[in-house]
């Protein structure tokens, strides 16, 4: 069964600097890396996803995948207010399920 | 965008009475699941199906029933709720196969067992 486990639980980024967040994983023959962002009282919602080793930028988010370390990762950069949230990554297990990792609490402080 | 709906948004149950928990999708997506999430715990899943007709057990399914009636809705049944139950439960939709992975939340439903 695929493990799936976040660092840190939670973090405190003044805004406008770097958040860096990470998720390992299990099973090296996952083939979707995903960060869902959850804010207070709402649903989850894909944020990026990644499908091969490497790197992807959208806007002020990265995601980097590294297989061979059954890790990757979430960078955001210029942290704002409004990125304040609970982030959770994601790995698929099998072809239609996805195992959730237990979460960071990002809050960026003015 | 994507639309998935849940109901009924907050549950207030007594121990040992039955709970139905509702969930439709216009996604027009095989794949639905149903997940618990408490603090600490993340996102576990219930039950999942993969279309009409079919429940499969994900890895918290004891004390739950899943019905798929239809490509839009799937329900989560408690038949004996019990004051462990009572947690935020979501619905999601997704498509079949790893390129489709993506999955679409509905707004949740708050259950607490008295």
């Known amino acids: 069964q695929q493990k799936v486990q976040q660092s840190p639980e939670s973090l405190i980024v003044p805004e406008g600097a770097m958040t860096s967040l990470n998720c390992t994983f299990s099973d090296s023959a996952s083939q979707y890396f995903a960060w869902y962002r959850q804010h207070s009282g709402k649903a989850p919602k894909a944020l990026m996803s990644i499908f091969s080793n490497g790197e992807k930028e959208e806007g002020r988010f990265t995601i980097h995948l590294n297989k061979a370390s059954l890790h990757f990762s979430l960078h955001i950069r210029d942290s704002q207010p409004s990125d304040s949230a609970l982030y959770l990554c994601a790995v698929t297990e099998g072809a239609d399920r996805l195992t959730f990792g237990k979460g960071t609490q990002l809050i960026i402080q003015p | 965008e994507a639309a998935v709906t849940q109901s009924p948004r907050n549950k207030v149950a007594v121990t040992g009475g039955k709970v139905t928990l509702s969930c439709n999708q216009t996604n027009n997506h095989n794949n639905m699941y149903w997940y618990r999430q408490d603090t600490g715990h993340g996102l576990r899943l219930i039950h999942y199906?993969?279309?009409?007709?079919?429940?499969e057990k994900g890895d918290i399914p004891d004390g739950y029933k899943a019905s798929r009636p239809s490509q839009e809705n799937f329900s989560l049944i408690l038949e004996l709720a019990t004051p462990s139950q009572t947690s935020v439960y979501f619905c999601?939709?997704?498509?079949?196969?790893?390129?489709?992975?993506?999955?679409?939340f509905g707004p949740g439903t708050r259950l607490t067992v008295l």
């Open positions: 999601a939709s997704g498509d079949r196969g790893v390129s489709y992975a993506e999955q679409f």
């Open positions: 199906s993969y279309g009409a007709g079919s429940t």
